[in-house]
């Protein structure tokens, strides 16, 4: 005759369940994706009342935030492990699908994340088509630092005549979010220029799941202690974080 199975008795008052914090937390260290998180915070050229779309009269070109409306503090950003996956919609047919443009984050337990923050996955990458205003200026913004990729990374510069450029022929990318012109074969002021380049994936957390989670540990203690419960963030793309609105 086989052996019974045993478990663990739960606890007799209702509504006591012992979490394994510690556990999901190694899961995380093992299995989890590096991610770099940026705090952010509303830009202060933002206006409009509660009755208006602030977004609306926010200047493209505002010095703050480049037209982001989201100033990320850099100084504040650290890495850590968590899990990332796309978010699975149900469609009227009952047939799953993937939305592309979202995902869902669960963080470690040491972890505090807030809306808007920055979320990149430091260890993969994507490709972002820009479209960019000339300027009088040596150099242009661009939304993103763009990165070095071994597997298969694309820089395709298109302007509105379409002209094609070279990269460190007719202009050339630092470590920062400028594009140099480098001879006078250029787009011509004032007109668009489609620039596309790989960057790191980048979310905005746009939502917080099971925020409101107060949590006690009181097993075999004297007292009852405080535990810090894993977040889980609903994420979306960085340049569609707008069509939410940002309050």
Request: charged content about 25%.
């Amino acid at each position: 005759m086989a052996a019974k199975t045993t478990y663990v008795k739960p606890y007799s008052k209702p509504g006591r369940v012992s979490l394994r914090i510690n556990e999901i937390d190694m899961l995380l260290d093992n299995q989890g994706t590096n991610v770099r998180i940026t705090p952010s915070i509303l830009c202060p050229n933002r206006s409009g009342d509660q009755n208006e779309d602030a977004s609306v009269n926010h200047p493209l070109d505002c010095s703050i935030c480049d037209g982001n409306q989201l100033v990320d503090v850099t100084s504040l950003a650290f890495n850590t492990w968590a899990f990332v996956a796309g978010v699975k919609l149900e469609t009227q047919i009952d047939q799953a699908r993937f939305d592309v443009k979202d995902a869902m984050m669960t963080t470690q337990t040491d972890v505090k994340v807030h809306y808007w923050y920055k979320v990149e996955m430091v260890d993969h990458t994507a490709q972002f088509n820009q479209l960019i205003k000339r300027t009088t200026a040596a150099d242009d913004t661009l939304r993103y630092i763009p990165i070095d990729v071994s597997d298969g990374g694309v820089f395709c510069l298109i302007d509105s005549e379409g002209n094609s450029y070279v990269r460190d022929t007719d202009y050339s990318i630092a470590n920062n979010k400028r594009i140099t012109w480098l001879t006078a074969n250029k787009p011509e002021v004032e007109t668009i220029y489609s620039f596309l380049y790989p960057v790191l994936p980048t979310f905005r957390i746009i939502d917080l799941i099971h925020e409101n989670r107060y949590y006690y540990n009181s097993d075999k203690l004297p007292r009852k202690e405080p535990v810090n419960l894993p977040q889980q963030a609903h994420l979306r793309w960085d340049y569609m974080a707008k069509n939410v609105e940002i309050t």
